[in-house]
């Protein structure tokens, strides 16, 4: 018989050997995932046995992460701008440098006006979902190329029950009607086609066509910036997340579509990340 702290041992000790940089935290994310229980119990009970099925359980997580799966995709979830989403492999895994996206837009666009705002390849949905979360006036437009992410993305959507979040599945802003937009928010793949970070840590598993965007990783950015002024209200909107190194490529860009005060903001590292101006 398997006590719990047992079984955080043996998993604390077995992902210690992986690159993680929280064996612990993941060991007891992984118990409690297993078990069915929750982190005080860890603590209140160690000695509480585990059943059968809660070890083999555990043990199943465990040879998923050894093999370097996201942790994201074996609990299927992850926290952005304070609110849960399912996740799976489907969709990319949101990260805490995409919440820049969600700040900008709502310290730029009025909180007071019916403002519609479309997320494009919204995945999981978890940039739409969060400013459909602090916006209730605004309409958000989630749109996705994927079956797969846009079915993630509804169940998003209606577990925090969002009536002003509507899902559509289209390629970038092909569907949307001309001068139908005050804003445009996209994280598209901007990650050159071979890059060897594709085959490292949590990229071997997340969907290559939500990552990967031509040699120079700014094929999708380019349709977006060309396709956006057709499709915004003057005076409107539109910020892009980018790679750490493409600031001015797409400072470029907008210029050439004719956006006007195009700045480039920085994430919590200090990297240039995401590209904003107006039409």
Do not use: K
């Not at 210690?16 to 069915?36: D, I, Y």
């Not at 797969?148 to 925090?160: F, G, K, M, S, V």
């Amino acid at each position: 018989m398997t006590t719990i702290r047992q079984a955080l041992h043996e998993t604390r000790c077995a992902l210690a050997s992986t690159s993680t940089n929280s064996p612990r935290l993941e060991a007891e994310l992984l118990l409690c995932e297993a078990a069915g229980i929750d982190r005080t119990t860890i603590i209140a009970w160690p000695e509480r046995t585990l059943e059968p099925a809660q070890t083999a359980r555990l043990r199943a997580l465990l040879e998923r992460r050894l093999t370097g799966e996201p942790m994201a995709y074996i609990l299927g979830r992850r926290e952005f701008w304070g609110l849960a989403f399912g996740v799976g492999p489907g969709v990319l895994i949101p990260r805490p440098d995409t919440e820049l996206l969600v700040e900008l837009t709502l310290a730029v666009l009025s909180a007071d006006l019916p403002l519609v705002c479309a997320d494009l390849g919204t995945g999981s949905g978890a940039v739409a979902c969060a400013l459909a979360h602090e916006r209730r006036r605004w309409r958000l437009i989630g749109i996705e190329r994927s079956p797969d992410a846009l079915a993630i993305a509804a169940a998003n959507a209606e577990r925090l029950q969002l009536d002003n979040l509507h899902l559509l599945r289209g390629d970038w802003l092909a569907a949307i009607a001309r001068n139908s937009l005050d804003a445009i928010v996209a994280n598209p793949p901007y990650v050159c086609d071979g890059d060897p970070h594709l085959r490292q840590g949590d990229l071997r598993f997340e969907p290559s066509a939500a990552l990967a965007a031509g040699h120079d990783g700014l094929d999708a950015i380019r349709i977006i910036v060309g396709q956006a002024p057709l499709c915004l209200r003057r005076p409107g909107w539109l910020a892009v997340e980018h790679g750490w190194d493409q600031g001015e490529p797409v400072r470029g860009l907008l210029e050439q579509a004719g956006f006007e005060q195009i700045r480039t903001h920085r994430d919590l590292t200090g990297h240039e990340r995401v590209t904003c101006g107006f039409t």
